[in-house]
């Protein structure tokens, strides 16, 4: 863990979204994500042909991993989905830089999530409401309050832990 302390809330670090293999599909998915927008801010003819391949290769990963990520969404560098099936995120959540998102989870409302969050498998964020920085969500809890920066809560409803 002491690398975890190490990594930034504000500085993307790019190399987090890496496709390291043919089945990396939480890379693939997020980059999908990313080609469709700067193909989008480019526009002309190029730029509508390259989105509407985007489009595509989103729909694919999409069905692969039964993930719900939206095309417009605010998404910083750096976000890791080591196990991204069955993840649903709001179009109007905002995920901050270098951000871990596990299998399962669902954004709902508008939720942003802080730089450096990592949101533990099948929890539940139902916004509105903000997590803060370096925040940790443990695994299937219920979050509908806010977040303070650098704190740890789990459960149904989510509670801090000392």
């Known amino acids: 863990m002491a690398s975890d302390l190490n990594v930034s809330a504000t500085i993307p670090d790019w190399s987090r979204e890496y496709v390291r293999g043919f089945r990396d599909s939480g890379p693939k998915l997020v980059r999908a994500v990313r080609r469709y927008q700067q193909a989008q801010k480019r526009g002309g003819l190029i730029g509508k042909i390259a989105a509407k391949y985007w489009v595509v290769v989103h729909g694919f990963w999409s069905i692969i991993t039964q993930s719900e990520i939206h095309l417009h969404m605010q998404i910083d560098g750096g976000l890791r989905l080591p196990h991204p099936t069955g993840i649903i995120l709001h179009p109007d959540a905002e995920i901050g830089p ?3 998102i596990f299998h399962q989870v669902t ?10 969050v990592d949101i533990g498998a099948g929890a539940k964020i139902l916004g509105p409401l903000t997590i803060g920085d370096h925040a940790r969500i443990g695994a299937n809890a219920v979050v509908t309050k806010d977040v303070a920066a650098g704190v740890t809560v789990a459960g149904i409803p989510a509670r801090e832990l000392s």
């Open 98 to 100: 270098n951000c871990m």
């Open 107 to 116: 954004l709902s409302g508008k939720v942003v999530v802080g730089g450096h």
